[in-house]
């Protein structure tokens, strides 16, 4: 090798090893970084934790009562009709868990109105499905003082086939009342969760 190939070659090594130095020191400054935003973020969650900002739904904070008290303070009234007596059973059960009812600071009043409409209608007019509506005004009610609390509507909305057999008929559109009652049922518990949390 002449002294002019030798003094290339070793300025090329020079140069991958800088550029190499280089891509290590960006590579470190990008491991800095992310450590750096990964605590910032623990910090946030921490302070959040605290109560500072957003607080959980589900869970006590210190010795605030949990949701999950304060849902079984709700007495659930009496609900006419089939639909109502399923509706309360689902409340009664989601605001308790199946254990027994704190003394109640609460009424839940509920009034059910209930709809079937016709779909794929044939020329004879007769239906091959069915849409079953529930509408579920609801009221609650502060115990001490019958303050309404809140108030509002919830649906529920449950689609069934219709078929040659009267029994298949009622069947099918029970389960879709079951099914209606259901999603009122949770509809009602998310809301009066998260008012009885900022309470």
Do not use: H
């Not at 009709?81 to 027994?100: A, I, K, M, W």
């Not at 709809?115 to 529930?134: F, M, W």
């Not at 009610?141 to 009267?166: C, H, Q, T, W, Y």
Request: proline letters at 3%.
């Amino acid at each position: 090798m002449s002294w002019s190939e030798a003094r290339f070659s070793e300025r090329q090594v020079g140069r991958s090893g800088g550029r190499g130095f280089a891509l290590s020191r960006a590579g470190a400054a990008g491991r800095i970084l992310y450590i750096a935003a990964a605590s910032a973020c623990a910090v946030l969650i921490t302070g959040c934790a605290d109560g500072q900002g957003f607080r959980p739904l589900y869970g006590s904070l210190g010795s605030a009562a949990g949701v999950d008290v304060k849902l079984a303070q709700v007495e659930i009234a009496p609900i006419p009709g089939r639909v109502g007596q399923r509706l309360r059973n689902e409340l009664l059960f989601d605001t308790t868990g199946g254990g027994e009812r704190q003394q109640p600071l609460y009424r839940l009043e509920i009034a059910v109105r209930e709809n079937v409409t016709s779909t794929l209608v044939k020329t004879d007019g007769d239906a091959l499905s069915q849409i079953y509506t529930a509408d579920a005004s609801f009221n609650l009610v502060r115990l001490s003082d019958k303050a309404v609390m809140l108030k509002g509507i919830s649906f529920g909305r449950a689609g069934f086939e219709r078929n040659p057999s009267i029994f298949s008929n009622v069947r099918a559109q029970d389960d879709a009342q079951n099914r209606a009652a259901k999603t009122i049922a949770l509809d009602l518990r998310s809301r009066i969760a998260a008012f009885l949390s900022t309470t």
